[in-house]
């Protein structure tokens, strides 16, 4: 898990100065919610007829109690891991799940392993696609409508923090392994496509009331052990550079967007709007991003952390 808590420490860095704004209504987080892969599944794939499932071992083998519960990791997963140190919760579960009122108001992770931006993505691995994650946050929206109420529950959505981590199985388990999308578009036009997904995918988020979204860019995918070349710790460059790219275009569009739907009122406290961190020499750039689209949402960027070369003990 070394890589995941190297991503969160990032993640955390950024979004600190805005989770601790001094007496700042909006600044209060109360529920965290998760969108992605398997890298965030914390279990939303057990009842699925799927191989992007881990409710066995060795799954969990690190977790509380050693119980495979789901979680594509050997113990906890970065929704987890935000959450508690957001002092929310220490878990993170999964929608799926058998779920309290309290999972419920204090938020819950949608994610599906083997889900994309792509919706072809989501097919072979029959994962719930990234729509099907919106509409399940949607169903989610109305039950919690039902329970405590509208006025409670617009509370709980527009005082969590929505984050995103999708896009490496488009490029891995889509463009580099099946034809179809190769004989559509040469690799430069399918990143613009992915890009063109994930910004309106977060623009659908927000319409449904989400205001802070983290936004997590592509690793180095071709560092991961399946993809390096036979034989040899050699990473896979073509893999990488897929994944550099993704993260430098999307980046750009959400500049774009900041640039269009600025508006006063959602600019990040501190004076931190486009701000350039480095984590170490080794990682690459991480902006933080305030932005506005139709309910003033905040948009965080993260590019890709060198972290995951040394260990991804991760499946799908």
Not at 153 to 161: D, K, Q, Y
Not at 185 to 192: F, R
Not at 227 to 240: H, I, M, T, V
């Amino acid at each position: 898990m070394a890589g995941h808590q190297a991503l969160l420490f990032v993640l955390l860095t950024v979004l600190q100065p805005y989770a601790s704004g001094a007496g700042a209504a909006k600044g209060k987080i109360s529920a965290v919610f998760m969108f992605g892969d398997s890298i965030v599944d914390p279990g939303n794939n057990n009842n699925r007829l799927t191989e992007a499932k881990a409710d066995f071992p060795p799954y969990g083998q690190d977790f509380p109690g050693g119980k495979a519960t789901g979680r594509l990791s050997n113990g906890r997963v970065p929704g987890d891991m935000l959450a508690s140190r957001f002092g929310v919760k220490d878990l993170l579960p999964p929608y799926a799940g058998d779920l309290e009122l309290t999972d419920l108001l204090t938020g819950v992770a949608f994610a599906s392993g083997g889900s994309g931006y792509d919706p072809f993505t989501s097919i072979p691995s029959t994962a719930t696609s990234n729509i099907g994650q919106l509409e399940t946050f949607f169903d989610y929206k109305e039950k919690l409508k039902d329970l405590v109420g509208e006025d409670e529950m617009t509370r709980v959505i527009s005082e969590g923090v929505y984050f995103t981590a999708m896009g490496a199985n488009d490029l891995l388990n889509n463009y580099f392994l099946f034809p179809l999308r190769r004989h559509q578009y040469d690799l430069p036009s399918y990143v613009e496509f992915l890009v063109s997904s994930a910004v309106n995918f977060t623009m659908k988020l927000n319409e449904m009331g989400a205001e802070r979204i983290g936004f997590i860019g592509i690793p180095p995918i071709g560092c991961v052990p399946s993809q390096r070349k036979q034989g040899s710790r050699e990473c896979d460059s073509l893999r990488n550079q897929a994944a550099e790219l993704f993260n430098s275009k999307i980046a750009k569009e959400i500049d774009r967007l900041n640039a269009e739907r600025n508006v006063q009122d959602t600019r990040f406290q501190g004076g931190n709007r486009g701000m350039l961190w480095k984590h170490s020499a080794k990682c690459s750039n991480i902006h933080s991003i305030s932005a506005c689209m139709s309910k003033c949402v905040r948009l965080y960027f993260l590019g890709q952390l060198s972290s995951y070369r040394k260990s991804l003990q991760h499946c799908g």
